[in-house]
């Protein structure tokens, strides 16, 4: 059961371009919503994340936004760069009970930025 | 990779064969994870471990055990490998549970035949 849905699967878009990807998650106890990037050969690492009380979260280039009634947040790559191509996660836990901290991943989005 | 390694980093090996992985911190980290990542699936969880000798098992558990004895190393074992087992496997650590940032190993590609 996949309980968070990420597309597309594949990305590729011009240097100075927006990447988008989206997230769609079905249960409402998630309150929690990262996403990670993972280059070829490495570990996913921590690039943004952002809680249901705030709709959107900046850092730089990259910004989540987040809408809790239609249980869907999205990674915006602003200006992506060549630098940016690898593989994208979004990922969601809930506070409470045994699952407490346990992350669940949606499938990946490989993101290619064309020079 | 947040003072995380993960040995070994290839493995081959044949089916019905033990396997074990092994995920060392420095980080003296409380919460270690193993998760599995396969093309279409993203990084599922395997099990994890909230101290020492404290486990419980993740969403795709079948087939695999865990044990912690010490706070700094976390071992995964493949009790009688599968072909289905073939997969890159990461560790991750976390200062708590509270949903902070997880730090992931460099990973171990495994090829069971």
């Known amino acids: 059961q996949q309980q968070v849905k990420q597309s597309p699967q594949s990305l590729i878009v011009q240097k100075g371009g927006i990447s988008i990807i989206n997230c769609a998650y079905e249960n409402t106890a998630f309150d929690y919503f990262p996403w990670y990037q993972q280059f070829p050969g490495k570990g996913p690492a921590l690039l943004i994340a952002i809680r249901p009380d705030v709709s959107e979260k900046k850092e730089g280039r990259f910004t989540i936004s987040f809408n809790k009634s239609a249980k869907q947040f999205s990674l915006h790559i602003m200006d992506s760069q060549p630098g940016d191509s690898a593989t994208y996660f979004c990922a969601a836990s809930k506070a409470g009970g045994t699952s407490y901290g346990k992350l669940t991943f949606g499938q990946g989005t490989i993101l290619t930025v064309h020079p | 990779d947040a003072g995380i390694t993960q040995s070994p980093r290839h493995k081959v090996t044949e089916t019905g064969t033990p396997v074990t992985l092994r995920c060392h911190q420095t980080e003296n980290h409380r919460y270690m994870y193993w998760y599995r990542q396969d093309p279409g699936h993203g990084l599922r969880l395997i099990h994890y471990s909230y101290g020492v000798k404290d486990t419980d098992k993740g969403e795709v558990s079948d087939g695999y055990s865990v044990s912690r004895s010490k706070t700094e190393d976390f071992l995964l074992t493949l009790e009688s490998a599968t072909s289905s087992q073939t997969s890159v496997y990461f560790c991750?650590?976390?200062?708590?549970?509270?949903?902070?940032?997880?730090?992931f190993g460099p990973g171990t590609r495994l090829l069971v035949l």
């Open positions: 991750a650590i976390s200062e708590s549970q509270s949903q902070e940032t997880q730090y």
